[in-house]
């Protein structure tokens, strides 16, 4: 338990809001979001869900670059007390940096959706967003949905989903989770990885590959 930490506040509350109107209005932007990965199969895939993908870099879509840029503010925000509340995490990450990858998703699961298979967020797929670096991953909330939110499997614990609610644990196979399907309401999250390194790094190999 000691490693899954959540942060509410005002400010992710707001942050939550304006994801949620986003979702609402930008249905351009969205695209289903199954994924088949380990365990999962056509009959029954891993994940279904309604995906917005954003990047919090040089968008040319201003508004979506705009909520991804207040997203991964607030999350830097969490990570700066998680990581002031161990230091010890920092000290063994190479060069003792971490960041949130400024390419995330917007998941909107509708009633009997969800991420329903056990999973780590550690993967050795060879993706932008560098999956072999990833240290953490974060999940914030946007609505209230009483029986949705995470189980977490080694630590036989619940997260609830609360609105505003941001929550950061490990990517690795130690903290193996799925989300809990409600099957009468839906339920809209942002989530995404932190990985170790600098962001001024990632954004350089990202302009050459
Ligand atoms: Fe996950």
Not at 99 to 118: C, D, K, S
Request: glycine residues 8%; charged residues 25%; aromatic residues 10%.
């Amino acid at each position: 338990m000691k490693m899954i930490a959540h942060y509410h506040n005002a400010g992710f509350e707001s942050v939550a809001d304006g994801v949620m109107d986003f979702f609402e209005r930008r249905e351009d932007l969205q695209r289903p979001g199954v994924a088949f990965g380990p365990g999962g199969s056509e009959a029954e895939p891993a994940k279904v869900s309604t995906d917005i993908s954003l990047v919090a870099h040089h968008g040319s879509d201003s508004e979506a670059f705009a909520l991804a840029d207040v997203i991964v503010r607030a999350v830097s925000a969490g990570l700066d007390h998680y990581l002031q509340e161990r230091p010890l995490l920092r000290q063994v990450c190479p060069d003792q940096e971490l960041f949130v990858m400024p390419i995330f998703n917007l998941q909107r699961y509708a009633p009997g959706e969800g991420f329903r298979q056990w999973h780590c967020d550690w993967t050795i797929s060879d993706e932008a967003t560098e999956p072999v670096h990833r240290v953490l991953a974060w999940i914030l909330y946007c609505d209230s949905v009483d029986q949705a939110g995470t189980e977490f499997h080694w630590q036989e614990h619940h997260e609830v989903a609360e609105r505003g609610k941001l929550v950061i644990f490990p990517a690795s196979p130690s903290h193996i989770h799925r989300g809990r399907v409600n099957n009468e309401l839906s339920k809209t999250i942002a989530t995404g990885w932190i990985n170790a390194g600098s962001r001024e790094g990632f954004i350089k190999r990202l302009a050459h590959s």
